[in-house]
């Protein structure tokens, strides 16, 4: 390593010498030399005495990601077993027969024929497309067993696993502790003595509406599950092994789930170390790759002997060699010419940022799609907007000073309103007209309490001055035709809320709910506090309305429900309940928090 570090430095002050590297091509050029000539002959050898270990990682890496394909298709078999139990119990005569089977006798162990006959239609029905599906098994609370299956008869079943000793079992425990969850047992929980690939699924059967135990499902998968997604055996192929491997299977002390090829070495290694030990088969010339199933936390593994995967690595060497070779001359040639092409861009650039430093504005340079053409285009264009700012900046000043003036005027309106009022309230005392009095100091109240200097945020207590202050005007509109009783709680009055969430519903109870309604009207103002949350309730007994979406799609609502919405958030709103020639009822709900507390504010 040393002397090829006093070659590199040797050749870096041969090129600074002779080279005088100052432009971006002369270095491009000294750093490619450098590059090809020391590196790629560098890594020939190298990777020709480590090729072993190349080939290896990629095997490991290309295998890894084929277990992760093989571990997506054994989830869908996995997923449509655990549909398929879901599907089971969301049948609602399934569940309604297994309630009703405490009424049969205790000591009998099989349902009586119309369940089997109802459970063989069910199942068949759900199991029609599933061919790796070996048997269903439901046991009631009660302890009678229906088998579904071909494998054994439903009385060996029942006399070899009566429920009182399945609830003994690890398996029933977790699914108990599951709560109705699917769980997935690396063996055949009814046949813990079998040789065979074989795997259940087990679920608590729940009551969906009183959550209360039905019974018990149990379904049995066959080998075949696995087919799809692992190779096709081949005894001649020397393509490895692939198993599943579920390190918590107590199934005749071998963890091994299935194993798509028997090999009694691969497995007496997995069995004495009771799951993957990658280091214990490195140490037995095996290559293991290892991928963990996220619904299972099963291992998925593929195992092959090194001597069969690096068999072919002999050539390697031969093969570095001629492509070293031919890589530096092509390398050689391209860096020359690529030097070139990067040397021609930063060229015209130069020109075009040296012509713009003279004053010139219009630049006639043409540029690339490459990264320097890319610059170019951009230096062009900022040229080009640097041109249009002092427009923009002056006409911006110009719209600031609107935008002040209007300002100005906005403050200035409020205040002309409210001496008008003033003045009306005033001619109307002296003329001795009261009504038109009432009418312009409430009006000039509502005004004030909406404009509520510029704030969104008010009180309750204002809220409710501002609706009496509307009351006055509208009972001197409609000569007092209309009652209204207003009870909010004094422990809420106090507390903040967005202006103008009650006031839009009284006007619709007024004009759609009482002005068509013959005779007197009544209206209800309710605010009370219910746990953490204000709750405003709205009623009247007007005529009511059919279609409650009239009310929704009001623009007064709308702007309520998405104000409240933007303050506090979705689970907050409006109500309505309505009843022809009944009434109406409005429900505002809002949080007991400041607003200034919420992200709006």
């Known amino acids: 390593m040393i002397n090829i570090f006093s070659i590199i430095h040797n050749l870096r002050s041969l090129i600074k010498k002779y080279l005088k590297i100052r432009t971006i091509k002369n270095r491009y050029l000294a750093a490619m030399i450098i590059l090809i000539i020391v590196p790629i002959p560098l890594i020939g050898i190298i990777s020709v005495s480590n090729s072993s270990n190349i080939v290896e990682n990629n095997h490991k890496e290309s295998y890894l990601s084929n277990l992760e394909k093989s571990s997506e298709l054994l989830d869908n078999n996995l997923d449509n077993i655990t549909n398929i139990m879901r599907i089971i119990l969301s049948n609602e005569n399934l569940r309604n027969e297994l309630k009703t089977s405490k009424q049969y006798t205790l000591n009998d162990s099989s349902f009586p024929i119309q369940s089997v006959n109802l459970f063989s239609n069910i199942f068949r029905a759900y199991t029609i497309d599933t061919t790796y599906i070996d048997s269903i098994c439901l046991y009631s609370n009660e302890g009678r067993l229906f088998y579904y299956g071909t494998r054994y008869g439903g009385g060996k079943i029942m006399q070899q696993n009566p429920y009182s000793k399945l609830k003994e079992k690890e398996w029933y425990k977790k699914a108990v502790a599951a709560n109705g969850k699917e769980i997935i ?70 963890p091994i789930v299935f194993m798509n090829q028997r090999d009694k070495d691969i497995e007496g290694l997995i069995n004495n170390a009771k799951g993957v030990d990658i280091n214990a088969l490195e140490r037995q010339g095996y290559s293991a790759s290892n991928y963990t199933n996220d619904i299972t936390g099963w291992n998925i593994v593929h195992i092959i002997k090194k001597s069969q995967l690096l068999k072919d690595t002999r050539l390697i060497g031969v093969y570095t060699v001629i492509v070293s070779v031919v890589a530096i001359l092509v390398a050689l040639f391209l860096s020359i010419f690529v ?82 009022l003033d003045s009306i309230y005033w001619l109307a005392k002296i003329k001795k007209a009261d009504d038109i009095a009432k009418m312009s100091i409430a009006l000039s109240d509502i005004f004030k309490l909406s404009l509520n200097k510029g704030s969104e945020i008010t009180t309750v207590r204002n809220e409710m001055k501002q609706i009496e202050s509307y009351l006055v005007i509208q009972n001197l509109r409609y000569n007092n035709r209309f009652a209204v009783n207003i009870h909010i709680d004094e422990s809420i009055m106090d507390h903040e809320i967005i202006k103008l969430i009650i006031q839009p519903f009284i006007e619709n109870a007024m004009l759609h709910g009482l002005e068509p309604k013959a005779g007197d009207g009544k209206i209800d103002i309710i605010g009370r506090l219910e746990g953490e949350d204000i709750i405003f309730v709205i009623k009247d007994d007007g005529i009511g309305v059919e279609n409650i979406h009239k009310f929704e799609s009001g623009y007064g609502v709308r702007n309520v429900q998405e104000r409240i919405e933007l303050y506090y958030g979705e689970d907050y709103g409006v109500t309505f309940e309505s009843e022809v020639n009944k009434g109406t009822k409005v429900t505002v709900k809002i949080p007991f928090q400041k607003v200034t507390q919420l992200g709006g504010e």
Do not use: W
């Open 339 to 420: 030097s070139n092409t990067l040397n021609r861009p930063i060229k015209r650039l130069k020109r075009a940022i040296s012509d713009v430093g003279k004053g010139k504005r219009d630049i006639t340079e043409e540029f690339g799609d490459d990264e320097i053409g890319v610059l170019g285009n951009q230096f062009k264009v900022m040229v080009k907007e640097n041109l249009e700012l002092n427009e923009r900046i002056t006409c911006s000043r110009l719209k600031q000073r609107e935008a002040e003036l209007i300002a100005l005027q906005a403050q200035i309106n409020p205040h002309f309103l409210y001496n008008t």
């Open 185 to 254: 047992m690396g063996y055949n929980v009814l046949d813990e003595g079998s040789t065979e690939f074989s795997f259940s699924s087990v679920k608590l059967l729940k009551d969906t509406e009183t959550f209360e135990t039905l019974g018990l499902l149990i379904i049995n998968v066959k080998e075949s599950a696995f087919l799809k997604a692992f190779p096709k055996a081949d005894v001649n192929s020397d393509n490895g092994v692939f198993l599943v491997v579920d390190k918590n299977k107590k199934n005749n002390d071998s």
